[in-house]
């Protein structure tokens, strides 16, 4: 594997801004630099190198101020993928903006003119007025918030922290299993695991980990009793694996607690029902 050019450039460029750079490459045995060089067990590779960074690209990001008054905002996504279903309730009940479909059977994020937008051909694609894009669910709910609806992400570092610490649990670690291994695999997204009873139990142990983490003490949502980002970016992921289909195909049924979690936070949704109804698409009706 061999950085781009460009890419190459962006490290070198960085290093020197860095006060503490120097532990990528001296840090008593244990720097970056120093692991992989202690790594010489493995064979060397035979072949042609293989490039990454280059390819296809996106147009010039945009700098500068949200949109103001924004109302026609796209998000480009499908109503069966709960990330893009974060993006575009969030969008929808703020009143910025609202589905763009981009239908990933038909090829619609392989198309030039989408990849223009997003180099790495995915949704949920958050397009402004102005032409501004950004993507990936927690970018696009923290730019809503911010600029939109402050309210959704709180002023306070600690309470900023943990919502921001929740929503890369719930994309990170909780989806991995949750998504990819128990209600993919029935919405026919990615191929079953090999021990369905080890993954469910496995989701379980997260679950009650983010319910110990997030929502005890009292707390009602991740910001105590106010609905944030955090239940935008989890409702849709939890809400899929409640589907009859999930627990009749994996044996897995969501936890007491978290069916609570997702009842209170879309009584807070105004567009909660996109869940359930989106002329035929949406994540129950697909489910179904």
Known sequence: VKLAPRLAQYVQDMLPLMKSSSVLVSNGGWSVKEFIESKTDFPDYVGSPIGVGEGLASASCQSGPSWGGERGAKVHGMPASANAVAAILCAMDVGVGKLEMCNLMEGAHLKPEFIAKNAFHQIPLYEGSD??????????????????????????????????????????????????????????????????????????????????????????????????????????????????????????????????????????????????????????????
């Open 131 to 288: 032409g501004y894009c950004i993507a990936e669910s927690t970018a696009i709910l923290r730019y809503i918030a911010s600029n939109y609806m402050p309210v959704l992400y709180p002023s306070c570092p600690k309470d900023r922290a943990m919502v921001d610490w929740a929503m890369v649990v719930m994309a990170g670690s909780i989806y991995d299993v949750l998504a990819l291994k128990i209600f993919y695999p029935v919405f026919g997204f990615a191929p079953p695991p090999s021990d369905q009873s080890a993954e469910n139990e496995a989701c379980l142990d997260l679950l009650a980990k983010y319910e110990q983490a997030f929502l005890s003490g009292g707390r009602k949502f991740v910001n105590w009793n106010k609905i944030s980002i955090a239940e935008y970016k989890a409702i849709p992921l939890l809400y899929a694996a409640m589907q009859p289909c999930v627990q009749k195909q994996t044996g897995f049924k969501l936890p007491a607690r978290m069916v609570r979690y997702v009842e209170d936070a879309m009584k807070k949704m105004e567009n909660s029902s996109f869940l359930w109804d989106a002329g035929g698409y949406s994540i129950k009706e697909y489910a179904a």
